[in-house]
């Protein structure tokens, strides 16, 4: 099946510890993203990548890190500088364009207390 | 200019009645307007999207109408079903370098009864 997934579904850490959440498509797709969605806020692009190596901030990008090591993988690294961390976190990937149409993964659901 | 302005927030319709949600932007360097569907606890998904040299696009029971001079667009879903219970987003996005960038609305809660 081909598709982007998301690991693990829930999160939880304790303030002050960083995290790391997982991206993996196999779609062959280029370009990939990550989003913050909070409740009543729509989603927020936080980092995005459109080559292996390379990546770009988004909107919201402090407190943030990525990397893009591999194709198929843009894991993102929620820091203990992300002053409120607690959030839905969605992953998607671009196939070729224009347009670029974006597919979604099933997201993380991070908790810190 | 990067904002998409979507209404309502909230929408309670009765099965087989009509749904519109209503989003306007500001940039006319937008290029690519799509809607998304997204069930709790689940990651949106693309549901349709339309060009701004086009005036309308139907798929099924799923409608956008996109007025160019207004800069607004909208989503009719026809004959609305229970199972259309979910949370719409529309988005604008601009093409750059071989990827896009969404600016997406606030979202509209749906909600059919039975």
């Known amino acids: 099946d081909g598709g982007i997934t998301q690991s693990p579904k829930y999160l939880f850490r304790k303030e002050g510890q960083n995290v790391t959440l997982s991206c993996e498509q196999n779609?062959?797709?280029?370009?990939m993203y990550w989003y913050r969605q909070d409740p009543g806020q729509g989603l927020r692009l936080i980092y995005y990548s459109q080559i292996v190596n390379d990546f770009q901030k988004g909107d919201i990008a402090e407190g943030y890190s990525v990397s893009r090591e591999k194709k198929e993988s843009f894991p993102l690294t929620v820091t203990s500088a992300q002053k409120n961390p607690t959030a839905f976190y969605l992953c998607?990937?671009?196939?070729?364009?224009?347009?670029?149409?974006?597919?979604f993964g099933p997201g993380t659901r991070l908790t810190v207390t | 200019q990067q904002q998409v302005k979507q209404s309502p927030q909230s929408l309670i319709v009765q099965k087989g009645g009509i749904s519109i949600i209503n989003c306007a932007y500001e940039?006319?360097?937008?290029?690519?307007f799509p809607w998304y569907q997204q069930f709790p606890g689940k990651g949106p998904a693309l549901l349709i999207a339309i060009r701004p040299d086009v005036s309308e696009k139907k798929e099924g029971r799923f409608t956008i109408s996109f007025n160019k001079s207004a800069k607004q667009f909208s989503l009719h879903i026809m004959d609305s079903q229970p199972g259309d219970s979910a949370t719409y987003f529309c988005?604008?996005?601009?093409?750059?370098?071989?990827?896009?960038?969404?600016?997406f609305g606030k979202g509209t809660k749906l909600t059919v009864n039975p």
């Open positions: 998607a990937s671009s196939a070729p364009g224009p347009p670029y149409e974006q597919y």
């Open positions: 988005a604008a996005s601009l093409s750059q370098g071989g990827s896009e960038k969404l600016v």
């Open positions: 779609l062959n797709h280029d370009a």
């Open positions: 940039n006319t360097a937008f290029d690519y």
